[in-house]
């Protein structure tokens, strides 16, 4: 069985989401065009890359190398890659001029890798960082108490531009419980925007997944990364 979905039938889900993103953005007074989706692709093979990006999706996010690489010889240029999931050292190599956008920086070791990879290559790499707002155990991110002593030893690195931030928020039905974590996201940002430190621009919220996006986009994301809800394979025969 082929992962695979059409262009017909993502084409019909973007027209949904995009209704629910403009109402999120009514009720709070926010314009649509502040908000980005980035389709998640972990669920299909490579050939429903083209689809996705033929129903008029830019934005690709992967979060395992191993798998995003096929994907990203594909199609290169055709997209705006973004890597989403926990970021390996010794796979920093294989993200670092590819992926417009890493979202998974937690770490000091990361940072520097990093750092060390995009000044090889002469790059500035925009990064999120991950903040672990909800203290889920099973959840990466750096803990709350460690933001700022982390972004003041990262805007030292001239390679890294923290672009903003992403958190996961806890699984739920209900939307309104995982609320509290994409509003103290949105804190941490305009608490960090306040420091002006070199190469922290912060401009950018990554939060809200399928099942809590709308609540995401309420509280001031720019940047949904949709899987599911999106790009949910139609199991065809191989
Ligand atoms: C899989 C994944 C998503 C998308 O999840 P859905 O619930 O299917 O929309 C978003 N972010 C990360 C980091 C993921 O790994």
Redesign the pocket.
Same mark, same amino acid.
């Given at each position: 069985m082929s992962r695979w979905v059409s262009q017909a039938t993502v084409e019909k889900r973007y027209a949904q989401i995009e209704k629910r993103i403009e109402q999120a953005c009514e009720r709070t007074g926010r314009s649509k065009e502040e908000v980005k989706i980035?389709a998640?692709t972990?669920?299909v093979d490579t050939p429903a890359i083209g689809e996705i990006l033929e129903a008029g999706l830019g934005h690709i996010?992967e979060?395992r190398i191993q798998d995003a690489l096929p994907k990203y010889e594909a199609y290169r240029d055709q997209a705006i890659w973004h890597y989403?999931?926990h970021l390996q050292t010794n796979k920093v190599k294989d993200v670092v001029g590819r992926f417009t956008y890493i979202?998974?920086l937690d770490r000091l070791s990361l940072a520097e890798e990093i750092e060390k990879r995009a000044s090889m290559m002469d790059i500035v790499v925009s990064c999120f960082l991950q903040i672990n707002i909800s203290g889920e155990k099973t959840k990466y991110g750096l803990h709350p108490d460690d933001v700022l002593a982390f972004v003041k030893e990262t805007s030292n690195m001239k390679h890294i531009r923290i672009a903003g931030l !992403?958190t !996961?928020a806890p699984y739920t039905d209900n939307q309104e419980e995982v609320r509290y974590v994409f509003r103290g996201l949105r804190e941490w940002q305009e608490r960090l925007k306040e420091l002006h430190l070199p190469h922290v621009t912060v401009e950018e919220l990554s939060m809200g !997944?399928?099942?809590d996006?709308e609540v995401a986009i309420e509280e001031g994301a720019t940047f949904v990364?949709?899987?599911?809800?999106?790009v949910?394979p139609e199991e065809v025969e191989a």
């Open positions: 980035v998640v972990k669920y996010g979060n989403i999931g979202h998974s !992403m !996961m !997944m399928s099942g996006y990364r949709l899987g599911s809800v999106l949910e």
